[in-house]
């Protein structure tokens, strides 16, 4: 089946500091795959996605390139600010059940201290 | 645009009594909408799918008697928790997808926060 896989948190950095966050996954096919960031009390919102390898997905100054030959996103930021602080999920979409359903990875959470 | 909201954020409520929640696209057409639990500091578990006209499809292990969901229309879906208890508190997320839109894309609710005395 599939899974996604990510580095347990919480990351505690300072500000402007550089940011990496694992994420690796397991799928049948080609799947898509998205970062999404959840604020306190609030739902998910999509960060940035990639679709096909080699894509590199960006928003908000946080970048992740879809790594087919490592099965790999990593979500990076190079200055993080204290308002970066949430949790991030890392997810795919498989092709296999049509793109009907993500799975998510458990999120790893980011404080960022002034 | 995309925008998905839910109804209440937050409810608390006593053992044994049922609470709905309701999930709205407002801009857009939901063809179908998720539900999903989150339990602190853990993931979203898919709980079921829903097809605006038809039953919903549930995951391995919910319950469907227990977590009624309906999606009456394109815009809306209700999850009913049935004769809750203190084990159903938790965290419930909607999400929806449009048609015609990203077919791989899902627009996430704010969240209701359930706790069951």
């Known amino acids: 089946g599939n899974s996604v896989t990510q580095m347990e948190g919480p990351v505690t950095l300072s500000e402007e500091a550089f940011l990496t966050i694992n994420c690796t996954y397991t799928?049948?096919?080609?799947?898509?795959l998205f970062w999404y960031v959840q604020y306190p009390g609030e739902g998910l919102q999509l960060l940035l996605k990639?679709?096909?390898?080699?894509d590199k997905g960006s928003n908000k100054g946080f970048e992740a390139t879809y790594r087919k030959e490592t099965t790999s996103f990593h979500l990076e930021k190079g200055s993080v600010q204290v308002s970066d602080s949430a949790v991030y999920f890392c997810?795919?979409?498989?092709?296999?059940?049509?793109?009907?359903?993500?799975?998510f990875g458990k999120g790893t959470m980011l404080l960022v201290s002034p | 645009g995309a925008v998905v909201s839910q109804h209440p954020s937050w409810v608390i409520c006593k053992s044994g009594t049922s609470v709905k929640i309701e999930c709205r696209s407002l801009d857009f057409q939901a063809t179908t909408m998720f539900w999903y639990r989150q339990f602190p500091k853990q993931s979203l578990m898919l709980m079921a799918t829903?097809?605006?006209?038809?039953?919903?499809?549930?995951e391995q292990g919910v319950e469907k008697d227990k977590f009624l969901i309906n999606h009456a229309s394109l815009t809306l879906s209700t999850l009913t928790v049935t004769s809750a208890h203190p084990e159903d508190s938790s965290f419930y997320i909607c999400s929806a997808r449009y048609s015609g839109g990203p077919y791989n894309e899902q627009f996430f609710g704010p969240g209701t926060r359930l706790t069951v005395l």
């Open positions: 829903s097809n605006e006209g038809s039953k919903a499809t549930y």
């Open positions: 990639a679709t096909k390898a080699d």
């Open positions: 997810a795919l979409s498989d092709p296999m059940g049509g793109y009907s359903t993500l799975t």
């Open positions: 799928a049948t096919g080609y799947p898509s």
